[in-house]
């Protein structure tokens, strides 16, 4: 799992509330991401971040924001949930592989239901 | 904008056959392609990954390969093991990793 952690892993949450999703990595890679994983689509990129206070939007960033003040945290907050942000999100990194070419791993996943 | 298609959406097969999975990609501007694999309830693992100058990678029964000109990619499966059953996914990285939708196999012993 590349030292990635996710917090929390499951979560329910009502219509119209805050919520924020931790990501922490622990071996200092410079790119993390969010992304949302739903059927029928894949995974679709929401935010990513390449170094501290550094981010920027991916192919379904609305109604999301992303912060991060330490290179090992990444977080990604709903600042008003909807049902339409139910889903699987999951953080990865970009870090070199086996042949030294970079690829990304992921984290385990927080399932987040918004009733 | 990038599109990225995996078929079939799931595939049942005895143990010990040989398989191919498919995916396809609408843009051939890719930077390299990659294979995952996705247990139920579980994040993603990456099983190969090609780059835009390479036309296959093996890594022990798995090959993959990619044909940037007609935008496709194959994962080949040799021997197939009930352990194989799980979800795969292929994704190609324009700057931005775009992902398919994912084969979902299911190996019965």
């Known amino acids: 799992d590349a030292g990635i952690t996710q917090s929390p892993r499951h979560k329910v949450t009502e219509t119209g509330t805050p919520v924020t999703l931790r990501c922490h990595q622990t071996e200092n890679h410079r790119y993390m991401y969010w992304y949302r994983q739903d059927p029928g689509h894949g995974l679709r990129l929401i935010h990513y971040?390449?170094?501290?206070?550094?981010?920027d939007k991916g192919e379904v960033s609305d109604g999301y924001s992303v912060s991060r003040s330490k290179t090992e945290d990444f977080l990604l907050t709903l600042e008003s949930a909807t049902s339409s942000q139910t889903s699987v999100y999951f953080c990865?990194?970009?870090?070199?592989?086996?042949?030294?070419?970079?690829?990304?791993?992921f984290g385990p996943g927080t399932r987040l239901t918004v009733t | 904008k990038q599109e990225v298609t995996q078929i079939p959406a799931a595939l049942s097969v005895p143990e010990g056959e040989n398989l191919v999975l498919n995916c396809s990609f609408t843009d051939s501007a890719i930077y390299n392609l990659q294979w995952f694999r996705q247990d139920p309830g579980k994040g993603l693992t990456s099983l190969l990954l090609i780059q835009s100058s390479q036309r296959e990678q093996t890594s022990g029964r798995l090959n993959a390969s990619l044909d940037k000109s007609s935008g496709r990619s194959t994962l080949y499966i040799a021997a197939s093991q009930p352990g194989d059953s799980a979800t795969y996914l292929c994704?190609?990285?324009?700057?931005?990793?775009?992902f398919g939708a994912g084969t979902r196999l299911t190996v019965k012993p």
């Open positions: 971040s390449y170094g501290v206070k550094d981010t």
């Open positions: 990865a990194i970009s870090a070199p592989g086996l042949a030294g070419r970079y690829e990304q791993y």
């Open positions: 994704a190609v990285s324009v700057g931005d990793m775009r």
